[in-house]
């Protein structure tokens, strides 16, 4: 389970956000797409600013990233498991350790959503890096 109380009150933000953009989806299992769609929506967030100013089109990004979407994560029958139930990938949790260790690294007391868009850079061979690269953001900003 996540700890959202090592979160900053935007990082709190982008993980409802998330979840609601799942809940978008019909998806039941929270990956970093979600979170990295959340960060690039949050309104004055400082991870939609970098991607403003890195990425040559913004709206163009966001479609790709509404495309992989569209194509991963299908809903999932969980038998035994309550309707509802929201589950989060193994990237997702490798993420959010990394976002951790970053935070900790910096001797910062929180997780903020730049911890949390550092760790997504960093993935290797997703789809989210994937998309990043090919909008000019190299995997390890």
């Known amino acids: 389970m996540m700890r959202f109380d090592k979160f900053t009150e935007r990082a709190q933000d982008a993980a409802m956000r998330a979840y609601e ?28 600013q970098i991607i403003e100013k890195l990425v040559p089109s913004v709206e163009g990004f966001k479609n790709q990233l509404d495309e992989e979407l569209k194509r991963s994560a299908p809903r999932a029958t969980i038998y035994g498991g309550g309707t509802g139930q929201v589950f989060i ?23 903020s959503t730049e911890h949390l868009f550092l760790a997504i850079a960093s993935e290797r061979n997703t789809p989210a890096s994937r998309l990043l690269a090919e909008n000019g953001l190299p995997g390890s900003l």
């Open 21 to 48: 953009i799942l809940q978008r989806y019909g998806h039941n299992q929270v990956d970093t797409e979600h979170f990295l769609l959340a960060l690039i929506e949050q309104p004055d967030g400082v991870v939609s």
């Open 89 to 111: 990938t193994p990237r997702v949790k490798r993420v959010m350790d990394l976002a951790n260790q970053e935070a900790s690294r910096l001797k910062d007391d929180y997780i």
